[in-house]
């Protein structure tokens, strides 16, 4: 096989419905803005090059280098993209790749694919692209440091958001899924963090246009700096505590409330089962997830056709 | 070119073949939410979901086992649920002391594990099916029906044209790579791991600059053809009675594998 499937990619079945559905939200929603956003600032110009960017991310990724015993570093490139094509370009960028992972690779499901977008595209761009343009005006050496250090951080927090998704889903132990996907993605994000630099001082000596402060400052605002350093704070702080004390964590989801929310309403009737007048419950649940379903999907609809027509007006 | 390793149609005149591309993305789509909604442990709901898919295969014309073949595409991940085994709810069925740990399977997690396993391999099935039986350029234009917004579809639409184009391009690279990489046998070749990982970052670039400077091409080029935002198709994509048909009978059908699933 040409593209080995990453662990990052959720198949599905392994996220429960809700927390499908609710990464499907925010991803709509992200991508939404995204869409209208680089609608209104580059128009339909943009969309041959993110299309031709997008394939070239996934050609990327076939590009890989020896490490020891066998095994081989592959490219991600959310961050790569998200610094050199502006947050909300990377972003679409990234969501058709995982899109099209899922849907001709089965590399990734389709109900999970909202989670997957967010882990791979929006969480990278957000982290990628927040802390370069923090010193996107600065000398070449800080910001190729900073940018291999922002590709690094953002596969760790890819790999950290993936296992909290399985482990809130009930598929995982919290105490052994978030130690087991950090350690693989540490030596995988050295590996993307040395592409990505090394890409990057590539196209700076070759094109240094495409690379200029004003480029990226025109991409993407200040309020991307709060949001790339809140993130990276918030994935930093998490981590040792998921994998030191991880019944810490496990105490304060199931204070909030997320454990039930999320594992669902299988998890809640199953132990019940055998009382005989049940079946009603379990059917009106039924029911009302496909109510609460057909009531979300209704709502990306209407959501997606305000932005729609948002972006026709603004093409005019 | 390497396009058949990216082309997953696989032609055949049958009855799926002729489906309208809507209707099996929402049945796709439907089955695998099915699927999802079932509780654990409901076997004879997760064998029904299997009779409808080897239905399927089998009106598909592509053979009974065809999606049985390619199936295990998502087995590598099921390592993530091995952990659910060991939940705390549910009654011990043993303990495996490994000297540092000692493992409790419990009733309740082999049940979880084996139904995500379940669900897992009933889903990536349907979804094979989905692209064995559906052009791609049509699956495209089926989501652009369903709403999906024409800026993204678009944009898929090209990094499925141009997939080939860039692959062949990093191919190129990968094997201008190995020609100048010629060792004696045994003897360490190339730099360190760093230096290794600092080529192919180069050539990431490079591939990355070739690609900006054909899409701008590309983009003069289109609009010297009449190119106005999006892609256009001459296939009208209307719906039939069969395909109404088709819809409504497995709509059922998922509703009946529902009720088998949480009333047993």
Do not use: C
């Not at chain 1, 909202?114 to 982290?127: H, K, Q, S, W």
């Not at chain 1, 005989?276 to 609460?292: D, H, M, R």
């Not at chain 2, 049985?68 to 993530?80: D, E, K």
């Amino acid at each position: 096989m040409l593209l080995s499937p990453t662990h990052l990619h959720i198949p599905d079945g392994f996220l429960s419905l809700v927390v499908s559905l609710i990464f499907w939200a925010a991803t709509v929603i992200m991508v939404g803005l995204a869409i209208s956003k680089t609608n209104k600032t580059l128009g339909e110009k943009q969309i041959p090059l993110m299309g031709v960017m997008a394939a070239f991310i996934f050609a990327a990724q076939m590009l890989n280098f020896p490490v020891a015993g066998g095994t081989s570093g592959h490219f991600l490139g959310g961050a790569l993209a998200a610094i050199v094509l502006g947050p909300w370009a990377g972003i679409l960028v990234m969501t058709a790749v995982v899109a099209v992972q899922g849907l001709l690779f089965q590399d990734g499901g389709l109900l999970v694919m909202g989670a997957n977008i967010f882990n791979m595209g929006i969480l990278t761009a957000v982290i990628g692209f927040g802390l370069y343009r923090t010193v996107s005006s600065a000398k070449k050496g800080l910001r190729l440091t900073v940018s291999g250090i922002a590709a690094w951080l953002a596969t760790m927090a890819a790999a950290l958001l993936a296992s909290l998704q399985l482990w809130i889903s009930g598929t995982s132990r919290l105490e052994i899924v978030v130690p087991a996907m950090l350690g693989v993605h540490v030596l995988i994000g050295i590996g993307e963090a040395i592409i990505t630099v090394a890409a990057l001082a590539f196209i700076e000596q070759t094109r240094p246009d495409l690379l200029t402060s004003e480029k990226t400052a025109s991409s993407g605002g200040r309020s991307w700096i709060i949001a790339g350093v809140v993130v990276s704070m918030i994935a930093v702080l998490i981590s040792p505590l998921a994998s030191a004390s991880p019944d810490g964590l496990e105490r304060v989801a199931a204070d909030f409330g997320f454990l039930d929310a999320g594992q669902g309403a299988a998890y809640q009737i199953l132990p019940d089962y055998t009382i005989p007048f049940l079946g009603e419950t379990a059917l009106s649940t039924v029911f009302a997830g496909a109510v609460g379903a057909f009531i979300l999907m209704g709502l990306l609809i209407l959501l997606g056709r305000s932005l729609r027509r948002k972006s026709v007006t603004s093409e005019h | 070119m390497h396009y058949h390793a990216f082309d997953h149609y696989h032609a055949q005149e049958s009855r799926i073949h002729h489906l309208d591309p809507r209707v099996k993305v929402l049945l796709t789509i439907g089955f695998i939410l099915s699927n999802a909604l079932l509780p654990d442990g409901s076997w004879l709901a997760f064998a029904a979901a299997w009779l409808l898919l080897l239905w399927a295969n089998d009106q598909t014309r592509l053979g009974l086992g065809y999606t049985f073949r390619r199936s295990f595409v998502a087995l590598p991940f099921a390592i993530a649920a091995v952990s659910a085994i060991f939940s705390p709810l549910g009654q011990p069925l043993a303990e495996w002391n490994l000297g540092f740990i000692t493992l409790i399977p419990t009733d309740f997690g082999v049940v979880r594990f084996f139904s995500i396993l379940a669900r897992s391999w009933l889903s990536v099935q349907m979804a094979i099916l989905l692209v064995a039986t559906t052009q791609f350029p049509d699956l495209i234009h089926a989501f652009e029906h369903l709403k999906t917004p024409r800026t993204l579809t678009t944009i898929i639409a090209f990094l499925y044209r141009y997939l080939f184009v860039l692959t062949d391009e990093a191919y190129r690279l990968l094997r201008a790579r190995s020609a100048r990489s010629a060792g004696l046998p045994g003897k360490h070749r190339g730099g360190s791991l760093f230096w290794r990982a600092k080529v192919t970052g180069s050539m990431a670039g490079q591939l990355f600059l070739r690609s900006y400077e054909r899409s701008d091409r590309i983009y003069n080029a289109m609009l010297a053809r009449g190119y106005s935002g999006h892609i256009r198709t001459l296939n009208p994509h209307t719906m039939q009675r069969s395909d109404w048909l088709m819809l409504i009978l497995s709509v059922l059908l998922l509703l009946f594998i529902q009720i088998i699933g949480w009333y047993r």
